[in-house]
């Protein structure tokens, strides 16, 4: 009797077990629908549900109507824009977290180049449009105070032409330089050019802001570490428009070289000041002629522009050995047939800018800013644009896509670009001295 209880007993103990047993295994089912339902990624799974991807891709920026950024950040503006169009064409991005194209819509405010605008919009980006992509506008100074508020907001900042030495200064997940070198290493072919060149007596006047003064800086050391030292080392406010007295005081130092780094109003002023002087210097060195250099001649005169040196930018030097998006030569030839107007650098600055973020999506296993920065190092130094290499450290600066040293050399009633420096990449010799007009 005691045996058939005992029997009974633990036949009832096993049949609840088995119960439980099933019922864990129900319930641990049901769970595992409910997360691939919500589109969470576990452990070992490829990636997300197709169902839980965004209708759009969001991507945030600020364009400058007004003020002294105006000229370069519309440039920049229409080139990204003009990415968007033609990708949104194909049915949109490949984003490899959800395995399907998806179409961008861009989300843009004007800053009027101011900083303090600039912040409020950048905040309002992030914070209440929510975007999935955050674009600085054109430049150093709009993109000084986009850098912390990305940090703080742990979003990568998507950087096209902020190139300021200050940016780079420790390591980051959110901050990628990915259209212009950084600041740092812009004038050192010129320098080396300088050198080479054997011309000792070198002035150098530069805007006091972080992008240009870090060139200033660097150049002076390059030069200094060579054996010579500026004749005249100056800095002027970034809004500087009046030239005259500044030309005169250096032009009693005798320099053999005048190199200014400014923005585009200080090249237009610079230059046209220079012209109307009556003062000649053997080497005249500026910035934008090379990014700008139709709109420039326009505005200040090709005779004013000849013999100047500059560093010269997609479109007036081609890249043919692109990994990813097109050559030079197709988008100049598709961009001018879609706009009725041939690019200027900046225009290749933010459709780069575009490709690159198109690559990043298409190799980020998942959707997160993180992931978005780790795909931006794989692809460092393994990725070619009409740009050049695309190569960034770990800080976020850019360090391939150099510039070379080249002179504008009148041809008609215009000027073509003749790189002179280094000389693997020369299409011609420099004319030293400059001849008088």
Excluded at 2 to 24: D, N, P, S, T
Excluded at 271 to 294: A, E, V, Y
Aim: hydrophobic share 40%; charged share 15%; glycine share 6%.
């Amino acid at each position: 009797m005691f045996i058939k209880w005992l029997l009974v007993f633990f036949g009832r103990i096993l049949k609840e077990k088995w119960r439980m047993l099933c019922m864990i295994k129900a319930l641990k089912k049901a769970w595992l629908a409910s997360v691939m339902t919500a589109g969470l990624v576990l452990p070992g799974a490829a990636m997300a549900d197709t169902a839980t991807a965004p209708s759009v891709i969001k991507i945030g920026t600020l364009y400058a109507s007004t003020g002294n950024f105006a000229i370069a950040s519309k440039g920049q503006y229409e080139g990204l824009e003009y990415w968007a169009k033609e990708v949104n064409a194909d049915g949109g991005v490949f984003v490899k977290a959800f395995n399907k194209k998806i179409p961008v819509k861009i989300v843009a405010y004007d800053d009027q180049s101011s900083t303090s605008t600039a912040t409020t919009l950048y905040n309002q980006l992030i914070t209440q449009d929510h975007v999935d992509l955050l674009v600085a506008d054109f430049g150093s100074v709009l993109t000084s105070v986009a850098v912390p508020l990305a940090a703080e907001h742990k979003m990568l900042l998507i950087d096209p032409t902020g190139s300021g030495a200050n940016f780079f200064t420790q390591k980051t997940n959110y901050l990628a330089d990915v259209s212009i070198p950084s600041s740092t290493v812009w004038p050192l072919p010129l320098a080396h050019f300088l050198l080479d060149q054997h011309i000792k007596r070198v002035a150098v006047i530069y805007d006091s802001n972080d992008f240009d003064a870090s060139q200033a800086e660097t150049l002076k050391e390059t030069l200094v570490k060579g054996g010579v030292t500026p004749v005249y080392y100056h800095g002027v406010p970034t809004g500087e428009t009046n030239y005259n007295v500044l030309l005169h005081t250096i032009a009693a130092r005798r320099p053999e070289a005048l190199i200014e780094f400014g923005y585009p109003p200080n090249d237009i002023a610079f230059l046209r000041t220079l012209s109307s002087s009556g003062l000649h210097f053997n080497m005249t060195f500026t910035i934008f002629p090379g990014q700008l250099m139709k709109m420039m001649e326009k505005t200040v005169g090709a005779k004013a522009m000849a013999y100047t040196y500059t560093y010269p930018t997609p479109p007036l030097v081609a890249t043919t050995d692109t990994t990813y998006g097109p050559d030079t030569a197709t988008f100049v030839k598709d961009y001018t047939a879609a706009k009725n107007e041939a690019p200027n650098f900046l225009n290749v600055a933010g459709f780069n800018t575009g490709l690159i973020m198109q690559d990043m999506l298409g190799q980020a296993p998942q959707f997160t800013q993180l992931s978005f920065h780790q795909a931006l190092m794989d692809m460092s130094g393994k990725t070619k644009t009409l740009e050049g290499e695309f190569k960034i450290n770990e800080n976020g600066a850019q360090l391939g896509e150099l510039f070379s040293v080249a002179q504008l050399i009148p041809s008609g009633d215009t000027n073509k670009i003749v790189v002179v420096y280094p000389e693997d990449k020369a299409t011609g010799k420099p004319v030293y001295p400059a001849p008088k007009q």
